[in-house]
């Protein structure tokens, strides 16, 4: 297994900003997986980026990899009040358990 | 609402109670994970089944036996836990290992 770690620890904007996180991990990969946890509720799967894949989008999220520099990012454009929530990167090797880094805790104020 | 469904919500127990807490999905997922979250922190792997076969066991403490009576419920039975053990228990599951995981929205476990 193996842990990725966000960058900033945590993050406070206003509504209609966006949001950048990033993820660094140490090994290679077979797909980086984001989530998001509101306060007091299970993790909620927003992306599955593969490692031959360098970008994807879903609604206002982007994901980059950067494999060459063990790297991701998640960001979030237009953010929303609903957006504020614990968001975290979980590097995945082949045959492999995830491993949640510290997280990136993201306030957005309306 | 969450495609995975943990029983009780909340639950407090003594040091010295027997009690279970319960997961369902109805998926198909052959995988099924138990983790533990204590406050501001990420989730820590307990244990996983693949196939009904437990496959990985992080280390837990015997206090914690988990159980897969079939591929859609998972348990985790507890007994003489010790109050560092209050936590958020999380129960998730996905198609395969590498996969994307479903996650239920936890029981809130307080050891008195």
């Known amino acids: 297994s193996q842990q990725g770690e966000e960058d900033p620890q945590a993050l406070s904007i206003q509504e209609g900003e966006n949001a950048t996180m990033n993820c660094s991990y140490k090994t290679s990969i077979n797909n980086l997986q984001w989530y998001r946890q509101n306060s007091g509720r299970g993790l909620v799967h927003l992306i599955l980026i593969r490692s031959n894949e360098r970008e994807k989008h879903s609604g206002r999220l982007r994901v980059t990899l950067d494999t060459s520099k063990k790297s991701s990012s998640l960001l979030i454009t237009a953010s929303r009040a609903a957006d504020t929530a614990s968001y975290f990167c979980a590097p995945n090797n082949a045959g492999n358990m995830l491993t949640f880094g510290g997280g990136t805790r993201l306030m957005v104020k309306p | 609402d969450t495609e995975v469904t943990q029983t009780p919500k909340h639950l407090v127990m003594g040091m010295t109670n027997k009690k279970s807490l319960k997961c369902e999905q109805h998926m198909g997922h052959r995988a099924m994970y138990w983790y533990k979250q204590k406050a501001k922190k990420p989730p820590e792997l307990m244990f996983v089944?693949?196939?009904?076969?437990?496959?990985i066991n992080e280390s837990v403490p015997s206090r914690f036996s988990p159980e897969c009576p079939n591929s859609s419920l998972l348990n985790l039975h507890l007994h003489a836990l010790q109050p560092e053990d209050s936590a958020l228990y999380l129960c998730?599951?996905?198609?395969?290992?590498?996969?994307?995981?479903?996650f239920g929205d936890g029981t809130r476990l307080s050891i008195l």
């Open positions: 089944y693949s196939y009904e076969k437990l496959s």
């Open positions: 998730a599951s996905s198609q395969e290992s590498s996969a994307s995981q479903h």
